[in-house]
Protein backbone atom coordinates (compact mmCIF):
# COMPACT_ATOMS: atom_id res chain seq x y z
CA UNK A 1 0.00 0.00 0.00
CA UNK A 2 2.61 2.71 -1.60
CA UNK A 3 1.81 5.85 0.52
CA UNK A 4 4.82 7.89 -1.12
CA UNK A 5 6.28 9.77 1.90
CA UNK A 6 9.51 8.28 2.12
CA UNK A 7 12.02 11.33 3.71
CA UNK A 8 15.63 11.99 2.03
CA UNK A 9 17.26 9.08 -0.33
CA UNK A 10 14.04 7.18 0.07
CA UNK A 11 14.28 6.44 4.05
CA UNK A 12 11.13 6.33 6.24
CA UNK A 13 10.46 9.11 8.71
CA UNK A 14 9.16 9.40 12.02
CA UNK A 15 5.71 9.91 10.19
CA UNK A 16 5.72 6.43 9.40
CA UNK A 17 6.59 5.11 12.67
CA UNK A 18 3.20 7.18 13.75
CA UNK A 19 1.34 5.68 11.06
CA UNK A 20 2.23 1.53 11.66
CA UNK A 21 2.17 2.16 15.26
CA UNK A 22 -1.46 2.98 14.96
CA UNK A 23 -1.91 0.05 13.09
CA UNK A 24 -0.81 -2.45 15.25
CA UNK A 25 -3.92 -4.22 16.09
CA UNK A 26 -3.55 -6.26 12.93
CA UNK A 27 -3.14 -9.77 13.21
CA UNK A 28 0.09 -9.01 10.84
CA UNK A 29 0.98 -5.64 9.29
CA UNK A 30 2.38 -6.07 6.00
CA UNK A 31 4.52 -2.70 4.94
CA UNK A 32 4.57 -1.00 1.98
CA UNK A 33 6.43 -2.03 -1.54
CA UNK A 34 9.71 -1.72 -0.31
CA UNK A 35 12.63 -1.33 -3.25
CA UNK A 36 15.68 -3.84 -3.52
CA UNK A 37 17.70 -1.57 -4.67
CA UNK A 38 18.10 1.67 -6.49
CA UNK A 39 17.61 0.21 -9.80
CA UNK A 40 13.99 -1.36 -8.49
CA UNK A 41 12.77 1.64 -7.63
CA UNK A 42 9.52 2.74 -9.95
CA UNK A 43 7.94 5.92 -8.33
CA UNK A 44 8.71 9.12 -6.53
CA UNK A 45 8.94 9.18 -2.47
CA UNK A 46 8.91 5.14 -2.34
CA UNK A 47 11.29 3.31 0.41
CA UNK A 48 14.04 1.55 0.06
CA UNK A 49 15.68 -1.36 1.90
CA UNK A 50 19.36 -1.34 0.59
CA UNK A 51 20.98 0.93 2.78
CA UNK A 52 22.44 1.56 6.34
CA UNK A 53 20.21 4.58 6.61
CA UNK A 54 17.24 3.09 5.22
CA UNK A 55 17.37 0.14 8.10
CA UNK A 56 17.44 2.67 10.72
CA UNK A 57 14.80 4.58 9.06
CA UNK A 58 12.69 1.09 9.45
CA UNK A 59 13.90 -0.02 12.72
CA UNK A 60 12.25 3.22 13.97
CA UNK A 61 9.22 1.45 12.68
CA UNK A 62 9.45 -1.82 13.82
CA UNK A 63 10.12 -0.75 17.50
CA UNK A 64 7.47 1.64 17.25
CA UNK A 65 4.80 -1.03 16.14
CA UNK A 66 6.79 -3.99 18.82
CA UNK A 67 6.24 -1.51 21.09
CA UNK A 68 2.39 -1.48 20.93
CA UNK A 69 2.34 -5.27 20.68
CA UNK A 70 2.19 -5.29 16.84
CA UNK A 71 3.77 -8.05 14.06
CA UNK A 72 5.23 -6.55 10.79
CA UNK A 73 6.88 -8.08 7.30
CA UNK A 74 8.38 -5.63 4.80
CA UNK A 75 7.17 -6.37 1.32
CA UNK A 76 10.41 -6.91 -0.78
CA UNK A 77 9.79 -5.23 -4.25
CA UNK A 78 11.35 -4.49 -7.65
CA UNK A 79 9.14 -2.67 -10.25
CA UNK A 80 10.60 -3.84 -13.50
CA UNK A 81 9.25 -2.44 -16.96
CA UNK A 82 6.95 -0.02 -15.41
CA UNK A 83 9.55 2.20 -13.72
CA UNK A 84 9.32 5.54 -14.68
CA UNK A 85 12.70 6.63 -15.74
CA UNK A 86 13.32 9.85 -14.12
CA UNK A 87 13.42 8.37 -10.80
CA UNK A 88 15.95 5.58 -11.76
CA UNK A 89 19.92 6.23 -11.52
CA UNK A 90 21.28 8.37 -14.29
CA UNK A 91 17.62 8.23 -16.34
CA UNK A 92 18.58 4.41 -16.33
CA UNK A 93 16.70 2.49 -19.06
CA UNK A 94 13.84 0.26 -16.59
CA UNK A 95 14.15 -3.72 -16.98
CA UNK A 96 12.12 -6.68 -17.65
CA UNK A 97 12.30 -9.81 -18.65
CA UNK A 98 11.57 -9.03 -22.40
CA UNK A 99 11.59 -5.17 -24.40
CA UNK A 100 7.60 -5.16 -24.14
CA UNK A 101 6.23 -2.16 -23.50
CA UNK A 102 3.46 -1.22 -21.26
CA UNK A 103 0.39 -0.04 -22.71
CA UNK A 104 -1.28 3.05 -21.75
CA UNK A 105 0.74 6.01 -19.73
CA UNK A 106 2.35 6.36 -16.05
CA UNK A 107 0.63 8.17 -13.30
CA UNK A 108 1.63 10.93 -14.39
CA UNK A 109 0.56 11.07 -17.80
CA UNK A 110 3.98 10.17 -19.44
CA UNK A 111 4.50 7.59 -22.07
CA UNK A 112 6.14 4.43 -20.52
CA UNK A 113 9.21 3.82 -22.14
CA UNK A 114 10.06 0.31 -23.53
CA UNK A 115 11.86 -1.68 -21.02
CA UNK A 116 15.96 -3.15 -21.46
CA UNK A 117 15.40 -6.73 -21.64
CA UNK A 118 17.22 -8.07 -18.78
CA UNK A 119 20.76 -10.36 -19.94
CA UNK A 120 20.96 -13.37 -18.73
CA UNK A 121 24.31 -12.93 -16.91
CA UNK A 122 22.60 -9.89 -15.13
CA UNK A 123 20.02 -12.17 -13.30
CA UNK A 124 22.00 -13.73 -10.61
CA UNK A 125 22.38 -9.72 -9.71
CA UNK A 126 18.70 -9.58 -9.29
CA UNK A 127 18.27 -12.39 -7.27
CA UNK A 128 21.18 -11.25 -4.26
CA UNK A 129 19.22 -7.58 -4.82
CA UNK A 130 16.59 -9.63 -2.85
CA UNK A 131 18.92 -11.63 -0.74
CA UNK A 132 20.53 -8.47 0.18
CA UNK A 133 16.89 -6.29 1.24
CA UNK A 134 16.01 -9.58 2.93
CA UNK A 135 18.85 -9.29 5.10
CA UNK A 136 18.62 -5.49 5.62
CA UNK A 137 15.04 -6.27 6.72
CA UNK A 138 16.06 -8.51 8.98
CA UNK A 139 18.74 -5.83 10.67
CA UNK A 140 16.04 -3.34 10.82
CA UNK A 141 13.85 -5.34 12.91
CA UNK A 142 10.98 -6.89 10.84
CA UNK A 143 9.52 -10.13 11.92
CA UNK A 144 9.60 -11.33 8.41
CA UNK A 145 9.37 -10.66 4.61
CA UNK A 146 6.43 -10.91 1.88
CA UNK A 147 8.18 -10.82 -1.37
CA UNK A 148 5.75 -8.88 -3.67
CA UNK A 149 4.97 -11.34 -7.11
CA UNK A 150 1.99 -9.46 -8.22
CA UNK A 151 0.74 -6.53 -9.88
CA UNK A 152 2.85 -6.36 -13.04
CA UNK A 153 6.42 -5.84 -11.10
CA UNK A 154 9.49 -7.50 -12.17
CA UNK A 155 8.98 -11.16 -10.77
CA UNK A 156 5.02 -11.01 -12.06
CA UNK A 157 6.32 -9.52 -15.18
CA UNK A 158 8.60 -12.80 -15.39
CA UNK A 159 6.18 -15.15 -14.31
CA UNK A 160 3.74 -14.49 -17.17
CA UNK A 161 3.59 -15.23 -20.92
CA UNK A 162 2.41 -11.32 -21.83
CA UNK A 163 5.32 -9.79 -20.73
CA UNK A 164 8.05 -12.93 -21.01
CA UNK A 165 9.02 -13.57 -24.41
CA UNK A 166 12.39 -14.63 -23.59
CA UNK A 167 14.15 -18.55 -24.90
CA UNK A 168 16.54 -18.47 -22.60
CA UNK A 169 16.29 -20.93 -19.26
CA UNK A 170 13.64 -17.87 -17.94
CA UNK A 171 11.21 -17.78 -20.69
CA UNK A 172 8.79 -20.44 -22.97
CA UNK A 173 7.62 -22.78 -20.39
CA UNK A 174 5.83 -21.97 -16.84
CA UNK A 175 8.53 -23.87 -15.12
CA UNK A 176 11.06 -21.95 -16.89
CA UNK A 177 8.99 -18.29 -16.12
CA UNK A 178 9.04 -19.05 -12.61
CA UNK A 179 12.41 -19.93 -12.23
CA UNK A 180 13.43 -16.42 -11.28
CA UNK A 181 10.68 -16.28 -8.37
CA UNK A 182 11.67 -19.14 -6.87
CA UNK A 183 15.00 -18.51 -7.26
CA UNK A 184 14.72 -15.14 -5.31
CA UNK A 185 12.16 -16.79 -2.56
CA UNK A 186 15.25 -19.76 -2.19
CA UNK A 187 17.43 -16.93 -1.43
CA UNK A 188 15.46 -15.08 1.27
CA UNK A 189 14.67 -18.34 2.49
CA UNK A 190 18.01 -18.98 3.41
CA UNK A 191 18.35 -15.17 5.05
CA UNK A 192 15.15 -15.91 6.89
CA UNK A 193 14.08 -19.14 7.39
CA UNK A 194 10.85 -20.69 5.22
CA UNK A 195 8.84 -19.93 8.37
CA UNK A 196 8.96 -16.20 7.86
CA UNK A 197 9.03 -15.54 4.00
CA UNK A 198 5.45 -14.83 2.25
CA UNK A 199 4.73 -14.40 -1.63
CA UNK A 200 1.99 -12.40 -2.77
CA UNK A 201 0.53 -13.48 -6.22
CA UNK A 202 -2.28 -11.90 -8.69
CA UNK A 203 -3.35 -14.03 -11.09
CA UNK A 204 -5.87 -12.68 -12.89
CA UNK A 205 -4.53 -8.99 -12.74
CA UNK A 206 -4.46 -6.44 -15.62
CA UNK A 207 -3.21 -3.77 -13.72
CA UNK A 208 0.04 -2.64 -15.23
CA UNK A 209 -0.76 -4.01 -18.81
CA UNK A 210 -0.77 -7.63 -17.65
CA UNK A 211 -1.80 -10.69 -19.12
CA UNK A 212 -1.41 -14.46 -19.77
CA UNK A 213 -2.24 -17.05 -21.90
CA UNK A 214 -3.00 -20.02 -19.42
CA UNK A 215 -3.01 -18.42 -15.56
CA UNK A 216 -4.31 -21.38 -14.24
CA UNK A 217 -1.34 -23.46 -15.53
CA UNK A 218 1.06 -20.74 -14.91
CA UNK A 219 -0.35 -20.24 -11.07
CA UNK A 220 -1.07 -23.48 -10.09
CA UNK A 221 2.83 -24.35 -11.40
CA UNK A 222 3.87 -20.87 -9.18
CA UNK A 223 1.46 -22.28 -5.81
CA UNK A 224 3.18 -26.10 -6.04
CA UNK A 225 6.74 -25.21 -6.32
CA UNK A 226 6.24 -22.47 -3.55
CA UNK A 227 4.68 -25.18 -1.52
CA UNK A 228 7.54 -27.32 -1.92
CA UNK A 229 9.83 -24.69 -0.71
CA UNK A 230 7.34 -24.48 2.55
CA UNK A 231 6.77 -20.88 2.87
CA UNK A 232 5.11 -20.08 5.70
CA UNK A 233 1.78 -18.46 3.46
CA UNK A 234 0.80 -17.72 0.07
CA UNK A 235 -1.24 -14.23 -0.66
CA UNK A 236 -3.27 -14.06 -3.46
CA UNK A 237 -5.18 -10.96 -4.66
CA UNK A 238 -8.07 -12.09 -6.63
CA UNK A 239 -11.22 -9.26 -6.53
CA UNK A 240 -14.52 -10.36 -5.19
CA UNK A 241 -16.31 -7.58 -6.73
CA UNK A 242 -15.93 -6.17 -10.43
CA UNK A 243 -15.02 -2.33 -8.85
CA UNK A 244 -11.43 -3.29 -7.78
CA UNK A 245 -8.81 -1.65 -9.47
CA UNK A 246 -7.29 -5.87 -10.10
CA UNK A 247 -10.74 -7.08 -11.25
CA UNK A 248 -11.02 -8.47 -14.55
CA UNK A 249 -14.26 -9.45 -15.93
CA UNK A 250 -15.81 -12.70 -16.60
CA UNK A 251 -13.09 -15.04 -15.30
CA UNK A 252 -13.39 -17.80 -13.29
CA UNK A 253 -11.47 -17.78 -9.98
CA UNK A 254 -8.66 -19.24 -9.46
CA UNK A 255 -8.02 -18.90 -5.59
CA UNK A 256 -9.89 -22.60 -4.89
CA UNK A 257 -7.38 -24.36 -7.12
CA UNK A 258 -4.57 -22.45 -6.07
CA UNK A 259 -5.45 -23.16 -2.30
CA UNK A 260 -5.35 -27.03 -3.28
CA UNK A 261 -1.94 -26.53 -4.51
CA UNK A 262 -0.33 -24.41 -1.42
CA UNK A 263 -0.27 -26.96 1.77
CA UNK A 264 0.72 -23.22 3.96
CA UNK A 265 -1.12 -20.81 5.29
CA UNK A 266 -3.55 -18.98 2.34
CA UNK A 267 -4.45 -15.51 2.48
CA UNK A 268 -6.57 -13.42 0.07
CA UNK A 269 -7.17 -9.79 -0.88
CA UNK A 270 -9.42 -8.21 -3.45
CA UNK A 271 -12.29 -5.74 -1.80
CA UNK A 272 -13.45 -7.97 1.27
CA UNK A 273 -15.10 -6.44 4.75
CA UNK A 274 -15.70 -8.20 7.98
CA UNK A 275 -18.73 -10.36 6.35
CA UNK A 276 -17.05 -11.29 3.35
CA UNK A 277 -13.73 -11.93 4.99
CA UNK A 278 -15.20 -13.79 7.71
CA UNK A 279 -17.80 -15.88 5.30
CA UNK A 280 -13.89 -17.01 3.53
CA UNK A 281 -12.61 -17.89 6.63
CA UNK A 282 -15.34 -19.88 7.71
CA UNK A 283 -15.71 -22.05 4.64
CA UNK A 284 -12.02 -22.92 4.61
CA UNK A 285 -11.92 -20.69 1.21
CA UNK A 286 -8.90 -18.90 3.15
CA UNK A 287 -7.20 -19.10 6.78
CA UNK A 288 -6.01 -14.79 6.16
CA UNK A 289 -7.73 -11.74 4.78
CA UNK A 290 -6.01 -9.03 4.25
CA UNK A 291 -7.10 -5.32 4.07
CA UNK A 292 -5.87 -2.19 2.42
CA UNK A 293 -7.52 0.99 1.91
CA UNK A 294 -9.81 0.33 4.82
CA UNK A 295 -6.73 -0.13 7.19
CA UNK A 296 -5.78 2.78 5.44
CA UNK A 297 -8.54 4.97 6.54
CA UNK A 298 -8.87 3.28 9.91
CA UNK A 299 -6.37 2.92 12.14
CA UNK A 300 -8.23 0.84 14.33
CA UNK A 301 -10.45 -1.26 11.85
CA UNK A 302 -10.10 -4.13 14.55
CA UNK A 303 -12.27 -2.72 16.88
CA UNK A 304 -14.40 -1.08 14.67
CA UNK A 305 -15.01 -4.44 13.27
CA UNK A 306 -15.02 -6.24 16.18
CA UNK A 307 -17.81 -3.54 17.55
CA UNK A 308 -19.80 -3.11 14.29
CA UNK A 309 -18.55 0.60 14.01
CA UNK A 310 -19.06 2.92 10.91
CA UNK A 311 -16.24 3.17 9.13
CA UNK A 312 -14.22 6.18 8.00
CA UNK A 313 -14.03 7.32 3.86
CA UNK A 314 -11.39 7.44 2.60
CA UNK A 315 -9.35 10.75 1.24
CA UNK A 316 -8.07 9.75 -2.36
CA UNK A 317 -6.66 12.55 -2.76
CA UNK A 318 -4.08 12.08 -0.08
CA UNK A 319 -3.66 8.92 -1.03
CA UNK A 320 -0.36 9.09 -2.43
CA UNK A 321 2.35 11.87 -1.05
CA UNK A 322 1.85 14.66 1.36
CA UNK A 323 1.89 14.88 5.02
CA UNK A 324 0.53 13.98 8.21
CA UNK A 325 -3.23 14.87 6.61
CA UNK A 326 -4.59 11.29 5.37
CA UNK A 327 -1.94 9.63 6.83
CA UNK A 328 -1.94 9.48 10.16
CA UNK A 329 -4.78 11.78 11.30
CA UNK A 330 -7.63 9.35 10.31
CA UNK A 331 -9.86 9.71 13.68
CA UNK A 332 -10.11 6.72 16.03
CA UNK A 333 -13.22 5.77 18.01
CA UNK A 334 -13.79 7.59 21.26
Given at each position: ?12 T ?7 A????A ?5 E ?29 T ?66 Q??N?A ?13 H ?20 AY?G ?13 E ?24 R ?10 A????S?L??V ?7 I ?10 V?P ?9 QG ?15 A ?6 D ?6 P ?10 Y ?5 L ?15 YT ?6
Amino acid sequence: MTRSRTGAADTPTDLAATYYAQRATAGLIIAEATQVSALAKGYPLTPGIYNNAQVAGWRSVTDAVHAKGGRIFLQLWHVGRVALQSVLPDNALPVGPSAVKPAGKTFTGEEYVTPRALELSEIPSIVEQYRNGAGHAKAAGFDGVEIHGANGYLLDQFLRDGTNQRTDAYGGSEANRARLLLEVTEAVIDVWGKERVGVRLSPFSAFNDMRDSDPVTTFAYAARKLSDLGIVYLHIIEPINSDHIMAVPGVEPIAPLLRESFQGIFMLNGGYNKETGNAAIESGAADMISFGIPFLTNPDLVRRYAENAALNAPDQSTMYGGDAHGYTDYPTLA
